[in-house]
Structures are given as C-alpha cells and as structure tokens.
C-alpha cells in the first residue's frame, strides 16, 4: 500500500514539474524581450536575401555586374554587407542589454552596468544631465548604419554620373554624320546608361533594406533608453 502510495506522489510530481516545465517554455516564448528584437531582425533579411536570391536565380544580378563598366554596384553591395554586419552587432548588444535589464538582477546586472554605473544612486540633477549623457551615447553608437545607408546612395549617384561620362565619351561630333561610327557611339552610350542607371537603382534599392534594419535598431534603442531611465528612477 505504501508503495503504491509513493508511486502515485512520485507520478503527480512528475506530472506537476512536465507542466510547469511547459509553462516556463511557453513563458519563454511569449516574454518580449531578447529574442524579439532578433527574431524581427533575422525575419526581416531572411526575407530581403530570399528576394535576392529569386533575382539572382532569375539572371538580373548577373545583368546588373556585366552591364557596370566601372564595377560600382559591387562596391555598393561591399558597403552594405558591412553595414548590415555593424547593424546586426549592434542589434546583438542592444538586445542583451534590455535582456540584463529586464532580469531579475535589474540595474545590478553585468550588462548594463556601462550605462547605469554613473547615473545609479546620483542626485535628481546630475540623472538628468547623465541620462541625456547616455542618450547621445547610445545614439552615437548606431549612427554608424546610418551613415553607410546614406553613403550608398551617394556611390549610386557617383555611379550615374560615371555612366553619364562613359555615354558621352563616345559621343564625337566631327563622326556624327559618318553612317559607320554610328553604331559605336550608339553602344558606347548604352553601355555608360546602364552603369548610370543600374548603380542607382542598385545603390537605392539596398539604402531601402540597410535603413529598415536601421528603423529596427533606433526602435531597439529608444526602448532601451526608455525601460533605463523608468528603472533608475524607480531606483532612485
């Protein structure tokens, strides 16, 4: 009888601990904090590189490199793989640091205690000059991906104006009316429209995917400043 006694506690406990086992998972999942702001940044260039993939697959990329004399468009895509690689260190950090800060540890933790060690236990004056203090910093620290989002439209427009100057080098005014040296100005101009024109579009089309995962990260960042400043003066 004791034996089936303890047989039946020992099968509810383990019942009772594969529940709340479940339930840690579940709470896991459904608790906002360092996955979600990874989560959205791996779903949104998986995505992105699907697309780019189809393109490839379908020919245009290999057309965009052969019809770019100058090579541009590959130092374009060089310039955004760098920023999306300072955009997803960046998203890393910002995460583990909402993820220390919103621990059970709070301000104490190893985390964030770069960015909380000065304003913690301070004087109502001095959190309000550190706190705009810590602001900067932290935007300082993703302007970085801002910048080389905005310098790959200006490699796009470099790229036009490089395409212009191909297209009119051909163009000579004294052969014009000379049927046989038609049909090299007329390839030369092409081939200088379509360096103009694809460095642009190229140039564009990743400055749009680069400053999304910008939006994502400022977006981190604010939520970061915001749950600091609520935690140090409920500290305070």
């Known amino acids: 009888m004791t034996q089936v006694i303890a047989g039946s506690t020992q099968e509810s406990h383990t019942q009772v601990s594969g529940t709340s086992g479940f339930g840690a998972v579940f709470k896991t999942i459904s608790d906002p904090q360092r996955s979600l702001l990874m989560l959205r940044f791996i779903l949104l260039n998986l995505i992105a590189f699907s697309l780019l993939g189809v393109a490839y697959s379908e020919g245009h990329v290999h057309t965009v490199i052969a019809a770019d004399q100058t090579y541009l468009s590959v130092v374009i895509f060089l310039v955004f793989l760098t920023g999306l690689g300072f ?3 960046r998203i890393w950090q910002t995460s583990a640091e909402l993820d220390a800060l919103n621990s059970s540890d709070g301000l104490t933790a190893k985390g964030i205690q770069h960015l909380v060690s000065s304003m913690h236990k301070a004087s109502v004056e001095s ?6 203090s810590m602001r900067m910093r932290l935007a300082h620290r993703i302007s970085v991906v801002r910048h080389l989002a905005n ?7 470099i790229g036009t104006v490089l395409g212009f100057i191909i297209a009119l080098s051909g163009v000579d005014p004294e052969t014009a009316s000379d049927v046989n040296s038609i049909a090299p100005m007329v390839s030369t101009l092409i081939q200088g429209m379509s360096t103009a024109l694809y460095t642009t579009l190229i140039g564009s089309i990743l400055n749009v995917w680069l400053m999304a995962n910008y939006q994502l990260l400022s977006g981190g960042t604010v939520q970061l400043i915001s749950c600091l400043q609520e935690a140090v003066e409920k500290d305070a």
Do not use: E, K
Not at 127 to 132: I, P, Q
Not at 151 to 157: A, F, R
């Open 87 to 89: 955009c997803a260190q």
């Open 151 to 157: 310098t790959l439209v200006l490699l796009g427009l």
């Open 127 to 132: 959190r309000a000059n550190l706190s705009g």
